[in-house]
């Protein structure tokens, strides 16, 4: 197995680290226009592996040359968000940034699985997607199970239960007008309306929605990285093994609930076919309405990337 992570920044070093601290993969190259950033850390994580006894080989480099016939890619370059900056606001230089770096590894890698982080997450996936012109289920979004990690996390921390008894599940596209199913998160089978008042869970919900621009605020420098990375290799573990993990991802919808030619979070089946189904729930009518709200946005912001881009 051959992975390469495109971006030596906070989340592609941390993705790195993960999926070879985890030995998914046997080479991992990670990719970089910066000269010496990816050679310094990954050969820094290189020599990391004997204390953590994996036997992965981690690679810098600037030559996407050297990232030929890779299983997987997994795009994290880009800009990363500042404080007051929205999503939405990266979207004209991010646009550039990821045509750019996709085509690169397109180019030595055509028969890749592609995983896309940078942001705004759902758009860029529908970049990489036209870029590419590979079938959906090769180019998926990591959005969902790092929003459904935050809205568990938060429900712990209310609750002081196992984060591991928690199963929630968000839909929608990534950020602002994600869509919490509250009515699907449970607390060891036990439904998360018995256990926390109605306008409590609103504040959570409210909180997950904004929890990157939260982190923003603090780091005020940079955008979060851990969650996300472990987002990102949870992914690639459900591919690598073949695990068919049921996980919320950003993916093409070609008529499924209702949509076409939009991405947005939903939740799939990943496995060594990569995205292999989409999973349609049965929504009531404001989980309907609140879907809807979140389509036409990502819809809207897909079509000025993509004109931008013609420019």
Known sequence: MKIT?????????????????????????LVDILEGIPE??????????????????????NNYELTKNSDIVIQTAGLARKPGMSRDDLLVKNAEIVSTCIENAFKYSPNAYYIIVSN????????????????????IGMAGILDTARYRSFISMELGV??????????????????????????????????????????????????????VKYLKTGSAYYAPAAA??????????????????SVLLTGEYGYKDVVVGVPAVLGKGCMEKVIEL??????????????????????????????
């Open 5 to 29: 992570v495109i971006g030596a920044g906070n989340v592609g070093a941390t993705v790195a680290q993960l999926i070879a601290n985890a030995e998914l993969a046997n080479e991992i190259y």
């Open 40 to 61: 310094g850390k990954g050969l820094d994580m290189y020599e990391s592996m004997p204390v953590l006894e994996s036997d992965s080989r981690i690679y810098g480099t």
């Open 120 to 139: 705004p997450l759902d758009v860029m996936t529908y970049v990489a997607l036209k870029v590419t012109g590979l079938p959906k289920h090769k180019v």
């Open 162 to 215: 196992s984060m591991q008894d928690i199963q929630g599940l968000i839909l929608g596209g990534h950020g602002d007008t994600m869509v919490p199913l509250t009515r699907y998160t449970t607390v060891a089978g036990i439904p998360v309306s018995d256990l926390i008042p109605a306008d409590r869970l609103d504040e959570i919900v409210k909180r997950t929605a904004g929890g990157g621009g939260e982190i």
């Open 232 to 249: 990102v290799t949870q992914m690639v573990e459900s591919i690598v093994k073949d695990q068919k993990r049921i996980l919320p991802c």
């Open 282 to 311: 049965k929504l009531n009518d404001a989980e309907k309405a609140l879907l809807k709200t979140s389509c036409d946005h990502v819809e809207a912001t897909i079509k000025e990337a993509m004109e931008l881009i013609k420019k």
